[in-house]
Nanobody, 126 residues
Framework: QVQLDESGGGLVRPGGSLRLSCQGS????????IGWFRQAPGKEREFVGA????????RMGDSVKGRFTIDRNSAKTTVYLQMNSLKPEDTAVYYC???????????????????WGQGTQVTVSS
């Protein structure tokens, strides 16, 4: 089992950047695909991106491609979501989640993820 803790959210102006962290404890994160999702008020939870347990495969959602990236530290204890060129429509609660799948798989559906963090608020506004 793994526990996840997000941090790094906050208020940023349009065009700015934020870096979110997903700190894992319990099982090593290398045993899970780690995904980022977001949910804005009144909207469904949206896939942002994910990195496979092996670290070989990364998939990003269409709405953030070219602006957001995912990486993890060498100790494989933390996964990061680097968010650049932020827009007001990026405002949401951002969650990281862990999925127990094959090492190179990257599921995009929230239902495939077994463990979730508590979320961190990102607000993009001038």
């Amino acid at each position: 089992q793994v526990q996840l803790d997000e941090s790094g959210g906050g208020l940023v102006r349009p065009g700015g950047s934020l870096r979110l962290s997903c700190q894992g404890s319990g099982d090593p994160l290398s045993g899970y695909c780690i995904g980022w999702f977001r949910q804005a008020p009144g909207k469904e939870r949206e896939f942002v991106g994910a990195i496979s347990g092996s670290g070989v495969n990364i998939r990003m959602g269409d709405s953030v491609k070219g602006r957001f990236t995912i990486d993890r530290n060498s100790a494989k204890t933390t996964v990061y979501l680097q968010m650049n060129s932020l827009k007001p429509e990026d405002t949401a609660v951002y969650y990281c989640a862990a999925s127990q799948v094959l090492p190179n798989w990257v599921p995009t559906e929230a239902a495939a993820y077994n463990y979730w963090g508590q979320g961190t608020q990102v607000t993009v506004s001038s």
